[in-house]
């Protein structure tokens, strides 16, 4: 053994010998502290002893006045909103708004639905493969936050150059960055699908549309509609955007209350806007609340693994 080798040795049989003898001595007063601590601390009862009763009693009454707080200035805005648009708009330019933001509900719905017949089939095949899923999920989520106006120029000149229907070709800007929800979320939900069930589901020979309609669909529905429900409400946000698309001197637009709302912003005119931002607000709340809400409890309570 060389010399070095010794002296390190010696060395740390020291600090062992020494760390033996100061938790030897220090261990009484540690243990003294550590039961100190430990000691519960009872505060001086000062009210009454209360039943759950009495105690839900209160937190509900606060409920209640939160709840009536948060209903009185909701109608209280929607009461300035409305006097407002009635005396700045008129009734006729409302109901026309109704109609662009009725074209832009159905541009949405029917994007989402091609692009869950597309992303779909491929997102699982990737997340019944972890080497692939690891691969694409980060591209997808790079792709999400891909600004959409990088595209315009692009765009426009295919539109001009073919004379296309700007009504179906500027929806695809809509759809382009928020498909790539779609794509990460049935991703994990495929990945997340249960091995067993796989087996089983082969075992029993259940292949093609049966396999699935029984096997992978239910097993997927809550991550798709966590994705298509983040991508509805991005379209909604993206049309203001994509269907009034302005690229050096040419102005392309398509009928919907996107380019409704970018429009006045741009001619500056502020009751068309709070008109155009009310209406999508008022049509995403009844979608999200009649639609999307109900199909995702109903994933939860049926087809949830």
């Given amino acids: 053994m060389s010399e070095s080798q010794?002296?390190?040795?010696?060395?740390?049989?020291?600090?062992?010998?020494?760390?033996?003898?100061v938790r030897l001595a220090a261990g009484p007063v540690f243990a003294a502290f550590r039961s100190i601590t430990m000691l519960p601390i009872r505060l001086p009862r000062i009210l009454p002893a209360t039943s759950s009763t009495d105690e839900q009693r209160p937190s509900r009454l606060l409920d209640a006045l939160w709840i009536l707080i948060i209903l009185a200035v909701a109608a209280w805005a929607a009461w300035l909103t409305i006097?407002?648009?009635?005396?700045?708009?008129?009734?006729?330019?409302?109901?026309?708004?109704?109609?662009?933001?009725?074209?832009?509900?159905?541009?949405?719905?029917?994007?989402?639905?091609?692009?869950?017949l597309i992303w779909v089939p491929i997102s699982v095949w990737i997340g019944l493969r972890p080497r692939w899923a690891e691969r694409v999920q980060p591209i997808a989520q790079f792709l999400a936050a891909f600004p959409v106006n990088l595209l315009f120029g692009a765009t426009v000149s295919l539109v001009l150059a073919f004379n296309l229907n700007t009504n179906i070709w500027l929806s695809f800007l809509i759809i382009f960055g928020t498909q790539w929800y779609i794509v990460f979320n049935v991703i994990g939900g495929a990945a997340a699908f249960p091995n067993d069930?796989?087996?089983?589901?082969?075992?029993?020979?259940?292949?093609?549309?049966?396999?699935?309609?029984?096997?992978?669909?239910?097993?997927?529905?809550?991550?798709?509609?966590?994705?298509?429900?983040?991508?509805?409400?991005?379209?909604?946000?993206?049309?203001?955007?994509?269907?009034?698309?302005?690229?050096?001197?040419?102005?392309?637009?398509?009928?919907?209350?996107?380019?409704?709302?970018?429009?006045?912003?741009?001619?500056?005119?502020?009751?068309?806007?709070?008109?155009?931002?009310?209406?999508?607000?008022?049509?995403?709340?009844l979608v999200n609340r009649l639609f999307w809400r109900r199909l995702y409890a109903f994933a939860e309570r049926r087809l949830r693994l």
Avoid: C
């Fill in 83 to 116: 006097t407002y648009i009635a005396t700045e708009v008129g009734w006729d330019e409302v109901l026309h708004v109704v109609v662009l933001t009725t074209y832009t509900l159905i541009r949405v719905l029917v994007l989402i639905f091609l692009a869950s």
């Fill in 6 to 21: 010794e002296v390190g040795g010696s060395w740390v049989l020291n600090l062992l010998q020494r760390t033996y003898w």
């Fill in 197 to 285: 069930l796989r087996e089983a589901a082969t075992n029993f020979r259940v292949h093609g549309w049966q396999w699935w309609k029984q096997v992978m669909l239910p097993g997927i529905a809550p991550y798709y509609l966590t994705g298509a429900i983040t991508a509805s409400g991005g379209s909604w946000n993206a049309s203001i955007v994509a269907e009034y698309v302005k690229w050096k001197d040419h102005t392309v637009t398509a009928q919907g209350v996107g380019s409704y709302i970018a429009e006045a912003t741009d001619k500056g005119d502020f009751p068309k806007i709070v008109l155009g931002v009310a209406m999508m607000s008022i049509f995403v709340t």
